[in-house]
């Protein structure tokens, strides 16, 4: 793959006359341009689907590297059809590949990505039942580059809470939910792991303004008219009236 844009988290993939980046400080996983599927640090891509949780839903075939990447010659691009078979959720798909790196001296990983919207999930072995650090990303129809730092990363909830710990990382993935019978493809370039993310925040806004409080409105009346009070004023003969600190006389003990 190319080098491309910056955004804030997932941002706008850059323009054809862009200036290449300086990933010299960055370790890479994958740019595709040796045209196979086995990644920079010497693991292969892997696919999986809901097949295995009663689903039926598919990944087209392999060679997944495609001819034509962000701004270069090559990309991973997986088809894939949803099918809903006997899983009892939207059916899913996922691409990956495992981690043999101490990524830990690292920020966050980036990636260039033309396609659904996916969750990126940091499989650490601390986790057990699924319920992996994650990144939700969404669709994009133009390539995309998105950063991800480490701080930003939350498991989804349905499992056990662990505590964050980059060193027990063993495996990167991208997973894709959709509903039963979509068809679609996730295009992949130029992924690493960087040093340094540079995240966009924008400017700081430190400006105090005046309180502006919303303006008084004086109630005409504070009495509660309707046949429930009127029974409850009727029948309620125990304990004090609390509507005597309203309506009647300042309330001062019981």
Not at 1 to 28: F, I, Q, R, T
Not at 94 to 111: F, I, P, R, T
Not at 142 to 171: E, H, M, N
Request: net charge negative; hydrophobic share 35%; proline share 7%.
């Amino acid at each position: 793959g190319g080098s491309g844009g910056s955004g804030n988290g997932a941002g706008s993939g850059g323009s054809a006359g862009s200036l290449p980046e300086d990933h010299s400080e960055d370790l890479l996983v994958d740019d595709f341009e040796d045209g196979d599927q086995i990644t920079a640090l010497g693991a292969p891509w892997y696919g999986y689907t809901d097949r295995d949780a009663a689903g039926a839903s598919l990944l087209g075939p392999e060679p997944w590297v495609s001819a034509a990447g962000y701004q270069s010659a090559h990309a991973l691009a997986v088809t894939y059809t949803m099918a809903k078979g006997n899983y009892e959720w939207d059916p899913f798909i996922g691409v990956g590949a495992h981690v043999s790196e101490d990524v830990s001296s690292y920020e966050g990983l980036s990636y260039q990505f033309r396609g659904p919207a996916h969750t990126v999930r940091f499989e650490t072995s601390n986790v057990t039942d699924y319920d992996f650090f994650a990144f939700e990303v969404p669709a994009s129809s133009a390539w995309t580059k998105v950063k991800i730092p480490y701080d930003k990363l939350l498991q989804q909830g349905f499992g056990a809470q662990v505590p964050w710990d980059v060193t027990k990382l063993t495996s990167v993935s991208f997973h894709v939910v959709a509903p039963d019978g979509t068809v679609g493809k996730i295009e992949l370039d130029d992924v690493y792991f960087e040093k340094s993310l540079d995240i966009e925040k924008g400017p700081l806004d430190l400006t105090i303004h005046e309180p502006s409080p919303p303006p008084l409105n004086a109630l005409d009346s504070i009495e509660i008219p309707g046949p429930l009070q009127a029974k409850a004023m009727a029948d309620l003969d125990r304990g004090y009236n609390l509507t005597n600190w309203l309506e009647d006389v300042r309330f001062d003990g019981f």
